[in-house]
Structures are given as structure tokens and as C-alpha cells.
């Protein structure tokens, strides 16, 4: 193969062999841009050279000969003592890793070239620090020797010579400077520091490619989900000087601001500087602005540069310049990085600059930049220091007083305070408290626990798995490791995009955008520009977007955020509250007189809840799930029942007889394995009458819309089906309740009954279901967890991140989904449904149907649509037009 490339063989389209920086120094050679010239050596050889440790053959012939023509077209030789060429040696692979991998300056210089440079350069002090450079840069990255060393040798150095700054340091403390490195590298490696410049060039480019599977650039790459196996390029440059006096410099400038997407030139320079000295903040940089006054040939001649790559790249660049007396040179470019307000502004620019599509713009942001700008944020710079760290779980900021229970919280909020509600970890118990607060802190647990996946749902802020703080939930108060006592009532912040906890307020900014997507107005600037990318997205997306919501406020505030019905709508948290008695009555009933009593009670209130939702829906439909937790999910904890009759035995007073009753229930009804248990369908048809209210509360729920002018679309969903049978007999007992109730009321009642596919056996024997089934939809938190034998709720916090850790997985499959395995089914369940029905309306349910990641999935598999949060809404939305792309 070929291993190695000159900058002006080479383009942009191939990022895959030359790495980023290597194509887009070479897409700019094309150019004809102002590019020291240079050759790329390919990803391809540093897969080579990383599998048996050292160079491929022919690389370093490949090497010589256009090292022999850069010689050539610079009349320069590596090495030659009257006018040495000097290059540099630079990482980059395909995906850029910013400081992650390392970079060589100044190649060529050794005892004999570094006086030739001083003669051509005029400058011996310029010609001795770079020299000393080369030896501190390839002592650390090449041979190993702790940086630390160094830079001790150089402190030595200037306090010997009474210098402070390093350019302080003259020529001779520079000389005495080399000489004290080239021990160092003796004492610590028992090796020269070699003078041979091929060799230097050999050995950066081996040490180059070796830094790829370095700890830091591991760590980042599986931050960031980087595949391991691309290997780094290594560009050879030759070498120009931003450090040569008052007319050289060098910065850094982007097309566009990269913070708001202001139109214009922005950047930073620094004068009389190398390339290193900018991001080491050695002195203060100046806007680019000033560069205008200081040279403005210069100056226009960047310009220039800068508007040729925006309009071949159509995007905002940002690039890396260095002038050397008065001559612009390009280093680098890409396509920069941005803030997500940025991105929605620039998309919306170019497109109104012709530049480019409404698609290509709506391919330009995301579903995640979406979130972010839906969330209030603090402001890390005013806000000090932090009082502990954890995992940025829900993102988003808030202020307000922690509390430490459920019922804490809900009084303070009922009483107009912000409260943030702080536990070791959350269960289902809490929610109330989660519903009232403005965030959640918890001290364990990962990304994926309760109090995390809650809080995203809903859209609250969340800080979980803050492991520095004892949280004493008795003593009402939290500890921090610093020894800051945090009682309740005191007022702290919670950033959920960052993970921080402050003591106090810290200042916060307000979204505009989640003002304007609650609104539907929208305002200029970021606003604007995410208005159209929804819109556009809206115009081109096939799926619709539902929400998940179990409430009419839940239901108004989706269909705002532009729902386009409910997906899931669980009826269980309607059994909580105060209606518990009701439950527990209808568990403890001795006969079926007592539980129809307890059902007949309870009809009511469903029928109440079910109207709500209904009436905010109108015209829409509304998917409503029969009961599927298991019962016992609705009795008191046993261990605290246990107690309560203990101590009140103890004590010598009464039992209470219903505690008793309580807990023999609790006891009878306690399962090993509650998620495998008696839930779901099997809960309807083994306790008689469960199902019948409930169907008979959403036949009466139409009804009474209908009667009052509206246009319920109820669905009925019957959850974790294993079989046609479970779901057949469900649907006669469906059908025959709304027959009822369409004699009784006069109002033809007619639901379409669904199932939900989330058991591996309901997705296989999918074509037998669609027989029985109106509808499909996954629910894909239960399908990953019967899929993969994984109880959420446990492995999560157990070994979740061991597997990250271990590169098990790149990201949780509750996350996104795992189309390997879960994604498989889903495909069978949806070819083999349709095979048997045609045309079978089919969705998803659960975390997954707001997962950016999921929903192109789920697009691509043909689903009609995702149901999700009502604040997933807008990026669900979002996402499935960039699908449709
Ligand atoms: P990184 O990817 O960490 O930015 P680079 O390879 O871009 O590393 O190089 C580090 C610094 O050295 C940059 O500021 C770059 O502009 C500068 N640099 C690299 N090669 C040269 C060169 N041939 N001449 C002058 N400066 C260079
Ligand atoms: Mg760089
Ligand atoms: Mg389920």
C-alpha cells in the first residue's frame, strides 16, 4: 500500500486514510492556499506499525523520497548545517482529539544546524530556544522523560540568569539550557539525545503513532465514543515562525463566532509567538481584531483565506495561522466546534446566505443541542467553586432549598418555595417530591437510575450519583467533602448539565427556547432559528411524534410541545395517592362483594382521570395502557408494616387489625422476581373485575366526550403479552364491556385494543398476535431487559459502568437501543405483524422513542411513530425529520 501522501495528492474526502488534519491541510494545498509545505502519513501505516510495534516495510523509503522532495521544493535540507530544514511532526486522526496525542516542533535542529538557523534567521536567540523546544518535546513525547523535569530545568534556568518570563531567558542561559536537557535525558534515559535528524523524524513518527493508544487518548475516545481501531495519521511539515520578532505571530480565528454564530471574523493572536505558546497562555493574546492595525496586509490576506474555506466547506471553520515577518501561513482547518446556539444560527444563516438546503441545515444541529438550549443554565464563571461533583444526569439548572423526603418537599413547594430535593438515591415513592422540586440530587447511582430517568422524563434538573456527599436523610442535612454542612432549608444550586452543586444561588441565565416552545411565539435570534429547523423538520418527518403522559397538565403541555396524540398513557400512578385505600381494599377483599365495592369505587376517579386527558387530547389519539405493575407495588413496605405491629405490640396498645390484614397480604403477594411476576395482562386476567373497570371507565370516559362534543380517540393497550391467547382473551372481555357501555350510554364506544410488544416471545410470535391486535407498540425498556436478562434497576447501579469501562458496550442499551440484539426483534415483530396485517399502525413506547440515536432507528425500520416524554417531544420531533434526511 501507499503509505504516504504529499499535502497536494490528498483532499478533504479522505479524512478516513490522511486524518482530519492532514486532509484539510491538503484540501487547502488544492486551494492554493498559503500552506508550509508538507506529506501525510497514513492511518493505515499507524494500524500497521501499532500491530507488530514497529515501521511497515517500505514506509520509511516511502518516507525518504518525499522528504527528498520537500527538500527540494524548499531548497533546504533536514539536518544541513548552513540553512537546515526544520518540520514538525503532527498527529491527527480522523475524528480530532483535541491535546490528546502529541505534536513535535522544530525537527532538524541539532549541535550543527541550530547555529546554521541563527545565521539565516539573524536571530541566535530565536535559533537556541527553538533548539531547546526540540529537546524538551521530543525528551517528554518521544523518549519519555516526565515533563516535569523540564520544566524545573527551566525554571533553574531563569532564576540563574534573574529572568521571569521565558523570553527573559538570552541566548546564553538558552545554550546552558540545552546542555542541562541533554543531561537530564542522559541521567533518566542513559541515551543521547539524538543528533541525527532522520532519526529525530523516525522516532517522533513512531512516537506519534504509539501516543494513539496513550491513557489520555483512550480516556477520550470512549468519552466520546471514538472507535479504537481508526489509528492516528502524522503530518510532516515544514516549519514556519511566529516567533521571529514584532512583524510574526500566530492565532487562531474562526468564520464565525463559535459561541453565538455572529457573522465575522473572530479569533485570537498573539505576536512574536510559536504555535504552542497560544493555548499555554504564556502572555495575553489580543482580538483579531487588533491584527488589522498591527499588519494589515496580513490581516485582509486571512480574511480572504477565512471566506474561501467557509465557502468551500459551507460551514463555520475555524483555523490555526502563523506569520512569519509579515508572510501568512495556514496550519490547520476544520470544521469548528460549536455552542448548540450556534449551531441552530448558523444553520438558519447559511441557508438564508444560499449557502446551503433547509435539509443540510436541519442536518447541521441536533436533538441534543435541541435539549440544551431548552434548559436554564448557571453561569459557571460567576458561580465560584463547587461543592461537589457528580454525573450530569437531567440537564438544566435550579435553585432552591434542600429538603430531604418526599413530603418535605411537596409542603414547602404547596408554600411557594423552590425546593431541591436531596436523597441517597430515589424509588418510586419519592415522586411526588420529585414532581414539586426543582431538581433531584442524589449521591449514588449512575445515569440510568430511578431518580435519572425520572427526572429526565419530566424535564427536571438532576445531579445523581454525587458520591462526595453523605447525605443524612434522618438528620435532615448532607455533608460535603470539603466539611460544608448543608442543612435543610438551605438554599443551593444544582447544574444538571455539567453536574455541579453549588452552596447558595448561583446566577442562572433563562432558556428563550423552551419559552417559545411552550408559547408556540416565537422571538429573533436563537429562537427563530430553532423554529425553523423544527418546522422544516415537521414538513419532511414520516414518523409522528406522541408523549408519554398520565395527566391532563401532562397532556397539554405535550400537545404544545407539538405531540401529535399519547403513546402511553400508564394508568397506575392513578392508583396512588390517596386512593391507595381503594387499592388495598380491593387486594384485601375476602369475596367478590368486596372487591366490586373497592372496583366500583375506584370506576369513578379513573373514569374522572381519563376524561381529562381525553378532553386535552381531543382529536388525537390517546393510548391507554391497562394496569401493569404488580399489585404489591401498591401495598406498604413489608419491613415497615413489620414494624409498625411491633412496636405497637411492644408498647402494649392495640394492633391495628388492618395492619395485620396488610401484612399478610404483603407477605402472601411477595415475589422473587416481581418484574418476571404477576404483572402486566396476566394481572388482568387472574384478578377478576381489574380489567373490566378499567375498560368500562374509558368506554365512559368516551362516552361522556362525545356527549359533550368532543372527539376522543381513545386506544386500548394491554401490556406483556407472551401470547396470541392472553391477548384474545383480554380483547372478548374488552369488547363485551364496551358493548355494555355503548347500550347503557348510547354512544357507539369503540376502541381499538393493542398490545404492547416487550417480551422477546410476544416479538417472535408477532404474526400470530397482529391477529388479534390493532396496534403495536414496543415497549422497549421491558423488551431490553427480558432480552438481555438485565434487571434495570440493579445492574445499573451494580456494574453499568464496569461494562462501559470495559468497552461491553459504548452506552447503556436503556439508553439507546441496542440494534444488535433488541433491534433485531423489533425488525422481526414489525415485518412479521405486518406480514399478517398489512398496514398495522405500530409505535414505540418508553425512554428509547426520545433517544436521538433510537428514533433514526426506529425510522428506518418503518415505525409510524415514537412516544415519549412531553419534553423529548420537540427533539423526538426533531430527530425523526434529520431521519427522514
Ligand atoms: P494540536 O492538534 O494539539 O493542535 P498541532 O499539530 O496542531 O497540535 O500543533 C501544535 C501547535 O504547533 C499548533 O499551534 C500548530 O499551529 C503549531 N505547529 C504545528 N506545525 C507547525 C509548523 N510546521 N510550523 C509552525 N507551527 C506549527
Ligand atoms: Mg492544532
Ligand atoms: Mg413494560
Known sequence: PKYVYDFAEGGREMAGLLGGKGANLAEMTRMGLPVPPGFTVTTEACRAFLAVGTEPDGLREEVAEHLARLEQATGRRLGRPEDPLLVSVRSGGRFSMPGMMDTVLDI????????????????????WDSYRRLIQMFGRTVMGVDGEQFEDALAKAKAASGAVLDTELGTDGLRRLVESYKQLIRTETGEEFPQDPVEQLHRSIGAVFSSWNGERARVYRKREHISESLGTAVNVQTMVFGNLGSDSGTGVAFTR?????????????????????????????????????????????????????????????????????????????RVGKRTAEAAFRIAAELTDEG???????????????????????????????PLARGIAASPGAAVGAAVFDSAEAVRRAAAGQKVVLVRRETNPDDLPGMVAAQAVLTSRGGKTSHAAVVA??????????????????????????????????TVISVDGSSGTVYLGEAPLEDSAVLRYLETGVAGPGTVESVDRALRHADGIRRLEVRANADTPEDAVRARRFGAQGIGLCRTEHMFLGERRRLVEDMILAADDTGREAALDALLPLQREDFTGILEAMDGLPVTIRLLDPPLHEFLPDRTELAVRIATSEASGGVTDAYDVQLLEAVERMHEQNPMLGLRGVRLGLLVPGLVAMQVRAIGEAVAARVLAGGDPRAEIMVPLIDTVEELRLVRDEVEEVLAEVSARTGVPVDCPVGTMIELPRAALTAGE????????????????????GFSRDDVEAEFFSAYLEKGIFKVSPFETIDLDGVGRLVGIAVREGRETAPGLKIGVCGEHGGDPASVHFFHATGLDYVSCSPFRVPVARLEAGRAAL
Open 108 to 127: 532538524g535542529l541539532n549541535d550543527e544546524s541550530v547555529l546554521g538557523l541563527a545565521r539565516i534567521s539573524g536571530q541566535e536567540r530565536f535559533a
Open 257 to 333: 463566532d463559535p459561541a453565538t454564530g455572529q457573522p465575522g471574523v473572530y479569533g485570537d493572536y498573539l505576536s512574536n509567538a510559536q504555535g504552542e505558546d497560544v493555548v499555554a497562555g504564556i502572555r495575553n493574546t489580543v482580538p483579531l481584531q487588533d491584527l488589522e492595525r498591527i499588519d494589515p496586509a496580513s490581516y485582509r490576506r486571512l480574511g480572504e483565506c477565512v471566506r474561501l474555506l467557509e465557502d468551500r466547506y459551507r460551514d463555520l471553520c475555524d483555523v490555526e495561522f502563523t506569520i512569519e515577518r509579515g508572510k501568512l501561513w495556514m496550519l490547520q482547518t
Open 355 to 385: 449557502m446551503i438546503s433547509p435539509d443540510e441545515a436541519l442536518g447541521r444541529v441536533s436533538g441534543d443541542e435541541l435539549v440544551r438550549l431548552m434548559f436554564p443554565r448557571i453561569d459557571g464563571t460567576a458561580a465560584g467553586a
Open 456 to 489: 429526565r422524563g419530566m424535564g427536571r434538573v438532576c445531579v445523581c450519583g454525587a458520591e462526595e456527599l453523605t447525605v443524612d436523610v434522618e438528620a435532615r442535612m448532607f455533608t460535603a467533602s470539603d466539611g460544608t454542612v448543608v442543612t435543610e432549608g
Open 769 to 788: 398476535i397482529a391477529k388479534s391486535a390493532d396496534f403495536f407498540s414496543f415497549g422497549t425498556n421491558d423488551l431490553t431487559q427480558t432480552t438481555w
